[in-house]
T-cell receptor
C-alpha cells in the first residue's frame, strides 16, 4: 500500500530554472494538497484540489502552478525558481468522508 | 488572514515530566487536528477534535478543544524519549477544505 508518493526526494536548482514536483496517491482520494515547510516552521498551503479538473490557491501560491488531470496525480510546477522557494514540499491527500490528511515523504528543494 | 499560534515554540524536558502545548487562534474552526512530525518525514495525524469542549485521550496524550473552538491543547503525561518530535496543530473552517497549520512546537525528551 504505497499511499502518497513524491518524486524527487531531493533537488538542487539554479535561480531561474523550472521543475515539476510529482505527487501520486493510490487511495482514490478526491482532495489533494501541496504545502511548503521552511526550516523549523509549520506548513503553509500552496494549492489544493477537491477533484480532477478543480484547483484553488492556498496561502502562498505565488511562483507555483498546479494541475489535476486525474484523481491520482497532482503535480506542482515551479516556473522560475528563486532562493525564497528553498523549502521542503509536502503533498497530502484526504477523502471527503474523513478529516485525516495523509502526507507524502516530502521533496527537499534547494535553489542556489 | 487566519493564524494558529502554538506555544511554546521549543520545549526540552526530562523523561517522566508532564507538559502542555497550546494552539490558539482568533478564528473559529469546525475541526482541529494535531500531528506529530519526525525529522525527514511528513506529519502523521494524532487526533481530530470537532466539538467545542471535546476531550480525547490517546494513551498518555490528552487533547482538548476549546469551548469556542478557537483553541486547543495537547497534554503529555510522563513524557518519554519516543515523544520527541515536532507537534503541529491544524484547523479547518466550516465549508472549506483548506487547513491552516500552526507554527509548531518542537519537543525534545531527554532520557
Amino acid at each position: 500500500n504505497a499511499g502518497v508518493t513524491q518524486t524527487p526526494k531531493f533537488r538542487i536548482l539554479k535561480i531561474g530554472q523550472s521543475m515539476t514536483l510529482q505527487c501520486t496517491q493510490d487511495m482514490n482520494h478526491n482532495y489533494m494538497y501541496w504545502y511548503r515547510q521552511d526550516p523549523g516552521m509549520g506548513l503553509k498551503l500552496i494549492y489544493y484540489s477537491v477533484g480532477a479538473g478543480i484547483t484553488d490557491k492556498g496561502e502562498v501560491p505565488n511562483g507555483y502552478n498546479v494541475s489535476r488531470s486525474t484523481t491520482e496525480d497532482f503535480p506542482l510546477r515551479l516556473e522560475l525558481a528563486a532562493p525564497s522557494q528553498t523549502s521542503v514540499y509536502f503533498c497530502a491527500s484526504s477523502a471527503p468522508s474523513e478529516e485525516t490528511q495523509y502526507f507524502g515523504p516530502g521533496t527537499r528543494l534547494l535553489v542556489l | 488572514t487566519q493564524l494558529l499560534e502554538q506555544s511554546p515554540q521549543f520545549l526540552s524536558i526530562q523523561e517522566g515530566e508532564n507538559l502542555t502545548v497550546y494552539c490558539n487562534s482568533s478564528s473559529v474552526f469546525s475541526s482541529l487536528q494535531w500531528y506529530r512530525q519526525e525529522p525527514g518525514e511528513g506529519p502523521v495525524l494524532l487526533v481530530t477534535v470537532v466539538t467545542g469542549g471535546e476531550v480525547k485521550k490517546l494513551k498518555r496524550l490528552t487533547f482538548q478543544f476549546g469551548d469556542a473552538r478557537k483553541d486547543s491543547s495537547l497534554h503529555i503525561t510522563a513524557a518519554q524519549p519516543g515523544d520527541t518530535g515536532l507537534y503541529l496543530c491544524a484547523g479547518a473552517t466550516s465549508g472549506t477544505y483548506k487547513y491552516i497549520f500552526g507554527t509548531g512546537t518542537r519537543l525534545k525528551v531527554l532520557a
